[in-house]
C-alpha cells in the first residue's frame, strides 16, 4: 500500500528537448526540376582535393590576418584592467559570503520533505541537456541551479513542482544573463504556471539574481596558470569546466563557497592532465587564496563525481564532454587516488 501511494504521488519523468531539427540542406533531393517545369541547372562537378585544400589554406590565412587587430584589442583591453583586479577579486569575495546569496547546506533535513538530494540531481542533470541545447551561456546555467538552491532553503516544495521551478529558475537566469532574448523560448511550454513562479521566485530572493558562481572564479584562477601550447590550454579549460559542472549535481557542494569549488576543480583537472605533478604551487596559492589543505574535502568530491563514485546515474554532462569539441575530456581516465603528498602544503 505505501509503494502504491508514493507512486501515485512521484513526479512525472523530467522531459528531455526533443532532437534538433534537420537543416534543408540536410534533407534529400529526389528531382533536379524547378517549380516551372523547366529543368533546374545540376549540382556542379566536386572540387579536387588539391583545390579544395587551397582555398582552406587561403581561408586560414584571411583568418589569421583578420585575428591579428583582434588579438592586439584583446590584449590591450586586458592590460587595462589589471590595475583593478585586487579591487575586482575582493568585491567578488565579498558578493560570494552574503547569506543572502548562499542556499542552506541542510535545507533537505530542515525543509524539505517531499523531494531528495537524488530529485535534484536529477533536476539539475536535465537543466544541463536544456541549457545546452537552447546553447545558453555557461554561466545562465550556473545561476540557475544557484537559484533553485536559494528558493528550496526558504520553501517547500512539492516533487511534482520541483521540474516548475527548474524551468523558471532557468528562465530568470537567461533573462538576466543572455543577449539572445530568443533563448528563453524553452519555458513555452510552461508559460501559464511559469509566471506565477517566477514571481514566487523573485520574491523568495528578493531580486537579488546577481553574483559569482564557480565558472566566475574558474576563468579567473585558470588565467593564472596558462602556459604551455594552445591544445594544452584547452585541454585543461574543457577539463575544468567538465569537473565544475558535475559539481552542480553534487549537493555536498553547495556547502562550499564557489571560489572553493573552483580551486578544486583546477586541481583535480591538472591532476588528472599530469597525474605524476603536484597539481599545486606557490603561483596558484596566492592566486586563488587557498593552500591546498583548505581544498582537500572539495577536492575529493570533485574527484568522486569524476570517477562516478557520486551521482552515477546522471549522464548529461558526461556524454556532453565526450564531443571532440571538448577534447573528449570526460573520457579521459584519472587515477583512483590522488597521493597523500599532493596534499602537503606547497612550502614544504
Known amino acids: ?84 583586479l585586487g579591487d575586482i577579486d575582493r568585491y567578488l569575495r565579498s558578493l560570494e559570503v552574503e547569506p543572502l546569496r548562499r542556499p542552506g547546506p541542510d535545507y533537505f533535513q530542515k525543509i524539505q520533505k517531499n523531494i531528495s538530494a537524488k530529485m535534484r540531481a536529477v533536476l539539475v542533470d536535465w537543466l544541463v541537456e536544456v541549457a545546452d541545447e537552447f546553447k545558453l551561456q ?10 533553485v538552491d536559494r528558493f528550496l532553503t526558504m520553501n517547500v516544495v512539492a516533487r511534482d513542482k520541483l521540474q516548475l521551478l527548474g ?8 533573462k538576466y544573463e543572455e543577449i ?7 519555458s513555452v511550454l510552461y508559460a501559464t504556471q511559469v509566471v506565477k513562479m517566477e514571481a514566487d521566485l523573485l520574491t523568495s530572493l528578493n531580486f537579488q539574481i546577481g553574483g559569482p558562481t564557480v565558472t566566475t572564479f574558474l576563468w579567473r584562477f585558470i588565467a593564472s596558470c596558462r602556459g604551455g601550447s594552445r591544445t594544452s590550454s584547452e585541454k585543461l579549460e574543457s577539463m575544468c569546466s567538465y ?20 580551486a578544486a576543480c583546477l586541481f583535480v583537472a591538472r591532476f588528472t592532465i599530469r597525474p605524476k605533478t603536484h597539481p599545486w604551487n606557490l603561483t596558484l596559492q596566492h592566486n586563488t587564496g587557498y593552500k591546498v589543505f583548505d581544498l582537500q574535502k572539495s577536492i575529493i568530491i570533485i574527484h568522486e563525481l569524476q570517477l562516478s563514485i557520486r551521482c552515477p546515474d546522471q549522464k548529461a554532462i558526461r556524454e556532453k564532454y565526450q564531443d571532440p569539441k571538448f577534447g573528449c575530456v ?19
Open 330 to 348: 570526460s573520457t579521459m581516465a584519472s587515477p583512483q587516488e590522488i597521493p597523500a603528498s599532493f596534499f602537503e602544503d606547497c612550502n614544504k
Open 138 to 147: 555557461a554561466e545562465t546555467l550556473y545561476l540557475a541551479v544557484s537559484y
Open 243 to 262: 569537473l565544475a559542472e558535475l559539481s552542480l549535481l553534487d549537493y555536498d557542494c553547495i556547502s562550499y563557497l564557489p571560489s572553493v569549488v573552483a
Open 1 to 84: 500500500m505505501e509503494s502504491k501511494e508514493n507512486a501515485a504521488h512521484s513526479a512525472p519523468p523530467l522531459r528531455r528537448p526533443r532532437g534538433k531539427r534537420k537543416a534543408l540542406a540536410d534533407l534529400p533531393t529526389s528531382e533536379w526540376r524547378n517549380t516551372s517545369g523547366g529543368s533546374a541547372p545540376r549540382p556542379s562537378k566536386p572540387r579536387t582535393r588539391s583545390a579544395a585544400r587551397a582555398e582552406a589554406e587561403a581561408r586560414k590565412r584571411r583568418e589569421a590576418e583578420d585575428a591579428g587587430p583582434r588579438r592586439q584589442d584583446a590584449g590591450a583591453a586586458q592590460a587595462a584592467v589589471v590595475p583593478y
Open 167 to 174: 524551468v523558471t529558475a532557468l528562465l530568470v537566469a537567461a
Open 180 to 186: 539572445d532574448s530568443s533563448k528563453t523560448k524553452f
